[in-house]
């Protein structure tokens, strides 16, 4: 479903964010990306998801050319980035209903894919309230109808998780594993919540310094450090980074949220 090779990304003053990242994620599969603040996870996301162009490198994602096939790749995939795409002021239905149609749906269709979307993710009751009415929680779900009302084969989230509470990350997380098993959706996320990867994951793959340091089944990560937190400090270190791209160090919060380019 995705397959990258040697894919870079250097930003204006040479700033070396991604530095070559060979990444394979098979269909039906859940894959975390994990990484200290600055470690890249969110541009090597953008890139996937066509809103970086690569520097160098190959990748075929959701069967479409990375490079030059940039439209096929949108039209296959969801994405669900950390800040989410909620307007305050509208309904959220129609909001939902208008993504829809701008994913080449006619209006009839993108109605009961709506309603089908909302009814799956409990949503029905709240689609007629502005997004600025919504609880954190309740955007969060949102976030994520948008990133599927279209039927994509792909998701990618970033950050799906960060500021919920533990209720509203547990129904998220069953909502990803009910997708996956009766749809056979394909996830790729990024979390600084380890034992959500733990939980959630079928493979794991740490990235520092823009480049891939790991990768396997979250008991494989674990090896013989008895935790996934344990063994993700022994693999990136404990010096505290400030976030930025390319940046030398290693977050010692592992639970902390990513800010700027990650």
């Keep these: 479903m995705i397959m990258t090779s040697g894919l870079r990304k250097t930003f204006e003053g040479g700033v070396e964010a991604v530095r070559g990242v060979d990444l394979t994620v098979r269909a039906g599969e859940i894959v975390a990306l994990l990484g200290p603040n600055g470690a890249s996870k969110t541009t090597t ?11 160098a490198g190959t990748a075929t994602v959701a069967g479409r050319d990375l490079l030059t096939d940039p439209r096929g790749v949108r039209g296959r ?8 795409g909620i307007a305050p002021a509208e309904p959220v239905g129609e909001q939902l209903e208008l993504h829809a149609l701008l994913y080449g749906m006619r209006p009839a269709a993108a109605r ?10 409990g949503l029905t009751h709240l689609a007629g309230r502005p997004g600025a009415a919504l609880s954190g929680g309740q955007r969060r779900r949102f976030d994520l109808a948008f990133g599927l009302v279209h039927g994509p084969s792909l998701l990618f989230l970033d950050e799906p998780t960060t500021g ?3 209720q509203s990350r547990a129904d998220l997380a069953d909502h990803l594993r009910r997708l996956r098993a009766e749809e056979g959706l394909t996830v790729l996320l990024t979390t600084h919540y380890l034992d959500e990867a733990d939980a959630l994951a079928d493979r794991l793959v740490v990235v520092d310094h823009g480049a891939v340091i790991a990768e396997g089944t979250p008991a494989e990560i674990r090896g013989g450090a008895g935790t996934l937190d344990e063994a993700f400090l022994a693999l990136t270190g404990r010096s505290l980074r ?3 791209p390319g940046t030398a160090g290693v977050a010692g919060t592992v639970g902390a949220g990513e800010r700027g380019t990650a």
């Design 164 to 166: 919920l509470d533990p």
């Design 45 to 55: 996301m953008r890139m996937l998801t066509t809103l970086l162009r690569p520097t």
């Design 112 to 121: 009961r894919r709506v309603a089908e979307t909302l009814e799956r993710f």
């Design 77 to 84: 995939i969801g994405y669900v980035s950390q800040g989410g």
């Design 242 to 244: 400030d976030g930025g």
